[in-house]
């Protein structure tokens, strides 16, 4: 059956989410929104990929959706009802796949029947028909440290779909699983899916690969970041099951990541023009991994323009491990994101025909001028007689603008970037810069 | 699977095996010894009246029996504590403002300091019956258990991993359900390694709670506490080295009964999804399982237990609140705070009031003073047991065969009381006429030096392998080797078994700094044993000044030295 063309009437509306924000309290008590004025709507038959960079908040939205976070503002209803806390007829699948270590493979799966308050004959049944739908079938009495990656998740997915759900929520199910293993259980859940095996309605699927949200779903929304917000739709009409290597699949796989580095490129620009561009969360890259990408970009067959699908392909490199060191050259000014492809700058050519010594130089001379929070950590250091600054000080500048985890991470990377480019020195036992002493 | 199962059950037949018997009769003579222990604890009791305690050694099973189930039911107190009052303070925001400080005020005070105020409570509770100092005795071992415990299921319930807390939540698990099917078992390896280093400091006071005198009330009960302080009193060397031996025999029954097959059931609470490289193993657990008997009386228990862990309990819910209006929220805030103030205010006005017309600056003078000798001791001590043990505990732990012969000892040693060895000591400075100021003090780290070294020992043992060998292929001279490599490597390990080390020092201080034999009364300046003068005089005024003077000194010690030094161990030896 062709799920697409099913009827779009209010009936076959599974869950609604209706102007949903959400806002975090810092320890300093100021609000922090992580999600604002998100409309989403999951009909019958359907797969809804939910794509975003890390700190889109696109897992806070599944979590909304689940009833585990309230929304700050803005209404959820689950089959029309609204909704304020897990419910029945809601299965979450966990990144990490959330088992119980102390239970095993049947007692976890029968854990998504406690709440229903069946016979335990009944719970018995159920549980071991799912185990046995899910290929996990001889397993029940092994503990998860027992299973590899793969049957765990299998086990997440049992337990998940043991209570009949008419909503599943997958929050990266696949994330935490090496390719091969992913691909199978992709594969498996597709054709369960495909054979309405499942008795479940519609799937909301949080991703941050490009291809796995073309593989399954029916229509990708695309989150942009701080704060977290609607994008764009883009509608996957392909039919099942889909081909990689078909053209019609690779066209929607460039549709996606143009619209992924134009949004990424444009929200560099725009963290960095308010608050003194402190607002700019540097991506988790190493030097080491920029002058990489740098020389892979500068020899053939590239010659300094690439697709990003295309270098990804060549190096055997995930796409989402590539898009934060592109972001990084980007931001850095080295290379130029457009559309779907990556381009060196005059500078990023230069950098690669230097040695150590002017690398440096060159890196000091960017870092400073692009990311104005490490010119802001000189100028603070310049100011102070002793040059020196304790690391909290910054730490707190910056959890004004980003989040803890993104905070974080920002200043973890401009520490590694300001000691290469030796613009600043960190003593972590003191946890406090300084300028070094001597250039 | 229910076919499997009823299959396995008809194949196991009738016919006992060696294990089923072996495995019964234990569990038979475990009710029966410990039924005839409680038993004796309800009869009727006036003081001064007590049966003597006899010295035969022939009492002494009975006396040793009656110690350890002490300790049981101290340990049932403690783990009733346990799930309530962390659970409390982990589950609400406000209660959490004040039973942690509480709680850890509660860890500072010294054990022996709670006796000397609880025994006059307890005994005119219960007046006429033995329960009276039964339960006082019990109050001061639980008193040495609880707080870590608690603290330890505490902080295991705060750091609950996320996906497992959204996963009961999504799974919509009540309160009682989520309470024991992910809050205990995820706290449990926790919460067991606390319980048993709670056990190893807590036969110390066994020993110490059973013969108690406070002013001119004199309790003596039947254990082996009693029987060492009669044996004291008629110098009788031979009665104490009968005591040694049952209570070495108890201590070493107790471990291998109850806790090495608890540690050996519990390796699948980790949380950590890998297998472990040598897991625990267990005699008894062993035995147990390999009985067809008890398998058979395993299955149904199983079933019934998970069926109570299944019910669907709502009372105490604690789920996502709807978010109350965050005016009335501040409101109640205040009103809180407000009502803390106001009642912390008033007990401080009721203590001066109680303290103050006894007490003169004279007396915070002399405790200050005694505090101070003390807390020297305490330090000198700990580092010299520090320079002795810190090597030999690396040279054993880094060969493995001795390591696994040496620990069982260092642990038991950890546990033994060594209070029951006081006596020979104060024989010993008689005999030869040593100074007690001096031969006093290694008393107070007799039993407690043994954390350092088995703590030194499972770091060395821990040390990673490819660390050691790099040293060795850098052909590092011994020097380096020792501060360079081996010393910062063990320092987590070393800082943990000196906590617990100075912790038992200052506790240990309150009966080792006056002990006496027969006649002969030796005592030495310092806050033990000002406490302990004044407990023998009834003085409860000078005896809070004493406690709160000790625990202002353990609060400033561990606020001031240990815990920065944890702080830096944990930062120094992480690689993320």
């Known amino acids: 059956m062709n799920r697409e063309t099913q009827a779009a009437g209010t009936d076959s509306i599974v869950i609604e989410l209706r102007g949903v924000c959400k806002r975090f309290t810092r320890p300093t008590a100021e609000p922090f929104p992580v999600l604002v004025d998100i409309d989403l709507t999951l009909r019958e038959g359907e797969i809804v990929g939910l794509l975003g960079r890390s700190g889109s908040g696109k897992s806070t939205l599944l979590r909304i959706a689940g009833g585990l976070l309230s929304p700050t503002s803005g209404e959820v209803r689950y089959r029309n009802a609204p909704l304020f806390s897990p419910s029945e007829g809601i299965a979450v699948v966990f990144q990490t796949f959330a088992l119980y270590p102390w239970l095993t493979v049947l007692q976890n799966v029968e854990l998504g029947l406690d709440a229903l308050g069946l016979p335990s004959a009944e719970v018995r049944r159920r549980a071991n028909a799912a185990i046995d739908l899910i290929g996990l079938d001889g397993f029940q009495s092994a503990f998860p440290r027992e299973l590899s990656g793969g049957m765990r998740q299998r086990v997440g997915f049992a337990r998940a779909i043991v209570s009949e759900p008419v909503l599943l929520l997958m929050d990266e199910p696949f994330s935490a699983l090496d390719v091969l293993t992913a691909e199978t259980l992709r594969t498996d859940f597709l054709d369960l899916w495909t054979e309405h095996q499942l008795p479940t309605r519609s799937v909301l699927l949080v991703t941050h690969n490009i291809e796995e949200a073309a593989l399954m779903c029916d229509r990708v929304v695309v989150l942009g970041s701080n704060p977290g917000h609607l994008v764009a739709e883009i509608p996957v009409s392909l039919s099942r099951p889909r081909n990689r290597m078909d053209a019609g699949f690779q066209t929607i796989v460039s549709e996606i990541y143009s619209v992924l580095t134009t949004r990424m490129s444009a929200a560099v620009q725009a963290q960095a023009r308010v608050h003194g561009g402190l607002a700019l969360h540097l991506p988790n890259v190493s030097v080491h991994e920029i002058s990489g990408l740098l020389e892979a970009l500068a020899e053939p067959p590239h010659q300094g323009t690439a697709e990003l699908g295309k270098l990804a392909a060549s190096f055997a490199l995930e796409i989402n491990h590539l898009l934060p060191v592109a972001a990084a050259l980007h931001l850095l000014e080295f290379a130029e994101l457009t559309g779907d492809s990556i381009k060196l700058t005059a500078a990023g050519r230069v950098f690669v025909q230097s040695g150590t010594e002017d690398r440096k130089r060159l890196f000091r001379e960017h870092l400073l001028t692009f990311v104005p929070f490490a010119a802001h950590i000189l100028q603070i250091l310049a100011e102070r007689d002793d040059h020196q600054a304790p690391r909290e000080r910054f730490e707190l500048e910056l959890e004004d603008h980003l989040n803890a985890s993104d905070a974080e991470e920002t200043l973890r990377v401009v520490i590694s970037w300001g000691r290469y480019a030796e613009v600043f020195t960190y003593d972590d036992s003191a946890r406090s810069f300084a300028i070094p002493p001597a250039r | ?576």
């Open chain 2, 1 to 576: 699977m229910p076919h499997a199962l009823g299959v396995r059950l008809q194949r196991i037949g009738n016919a006992p095996r060696l294990a089923d018997l072996a495995a019964v009769i234990l569990l038979l003579a475990l009710m029966i010894t410990f039924g005839m222990a409680a038993r004796q604890m309800v009869l009727p009791f006036s003081l001064g009246h007590a049966p003597p305690i006899r010295l035969a050694p022939s009492a002494l099973p009975m006396y040793t029996l009656r110690s350890v189930a002490r300790m049981l039911i101290a340990l049932l107190a403690s783990l009733l504590f346990t799930f309530t009052y962390a659970t409390w303070a982990a589950k609400s925001r406000r209660a959490e403002m004040v039973l942690i400080p509480l709680l850890d005020a509660l860890q500072s005070v010294p054990v022996l300091g709670y006796l000397s105020f609880t025994v006059l409570f307890f005994l005119s509770l219960f007046q006429g019956s033995a329960l009276g100092p039964e339960l006082a005795s019990i109050f001061a071992i639980f008193t040495a258990q609880a707080w870590n415990m608690a603290f330890s299921f505490y902080q295991s319930l705060r750091t609950i991993p996320v996906d497992l807390d959204e996963a009961s939540r999504s799974l919509r698990a009540t309160g009682w359900q989520r309470f024991w099917r992910l809050e205990v078992p995820f706290a449990m390896p926790g919460l067991l390694w606390n319980t048993m280093m709670s056990m190893s400091g807590s036969w110390f006071f066994v020993v110490a709670s059973e013969a108690i005198a406070v002013g001119s009330t004199q309790v003596a009960l039947p254990g082996v506490g009693s029987y060492v302080a009669r044996a004291i009193e008629e110098r009788n060397l031979g009665a104490i080295g009968w005591a040694i031996l049952a209570m070495s025999i108890a201590i070493v029954l107790y471990d291998q009964l109850l806790f090495r097959p608890l540690v050996a059931w519990i390796e699948k609470f980790r949380v950590e999804q890998s297998a472990a490289q040598t897991a625990p193993r267990s005699w008894v657990l062993d035995l147990l399982s390999r009985s067809r008997w008890i398998q058979r009386l395993r299955v149904p228990l199983q079933s019934a237990l998970a069926r109570v862990a299944r019910a669907r309990l709502a009372l105490p819910e604690w789920r996502l609140a709807r978010p109350k209006s965050e005016l009335s929220r501040r409101f109640l805030d205040i009103a809180w705070y407000f009502g803390l103030a106001a009642l912390t205010a008033y007990l401080v006005l009721r203590l001066a009031h109680f303290v103050r017309p006894t007490l003169s600056v004279g007396d915070l003078r002399t405790v200050a003073l005694d505090g101070a000798i003390t807390l020297l001791r305490v330090a000198v001590l700990i580092v010299l047991a520090s320079l002795v043990w810190v090597p030999v505990g690396i040279a054993i732990g880094l060969k493995p065969k001795i390591t696994e012969l040496v620990q069982p000892i260092a642990q038991f040693l950890a546990a033994f009381p060594a209070n029951l060895l006081f006596p020979l000591a104060v024989f010993l400075i008689v005999k030869y006429r040593l100074a007690p100021a001096i031969w006093l003090s290694p008393l107070m780290i007799l039993g407690t030096q043994w954390y350092i070294l088995f703590n030194v020992i499972a770091g060395a043992s821990a040390f990673p392998t490819d660390l050691r060998e790099a040293a060795a292929s850098l052909r590092l001279g011994p020097l380096r080797r020792w501060f360079g490599v081996l010393l910062p490597g063990i320092f987590p390990y070393f800082v943990t078994g000196a906590i617990t080390a100075s912790g038992g020092a200052w506790n240990a201080s309150i009966v080792s700094e006056a002990v006496s034999w027969g006649e002969t009364h030796l005592s030495t300046a310092g806050l033990g044993a000002y406490i302990a003068e004044q407990t023998a005089a009834g003085d409860f005024a000078r005896i809070t000044l004493g406690v709160a003077m000790m625990s202002a000194l353990v609060v400033v010690m561990n606020r001031a030295l240990w815990r920065p030094l944890y702080a830096l161990a944990e930062r120094r030896t992480r690689l993320d």
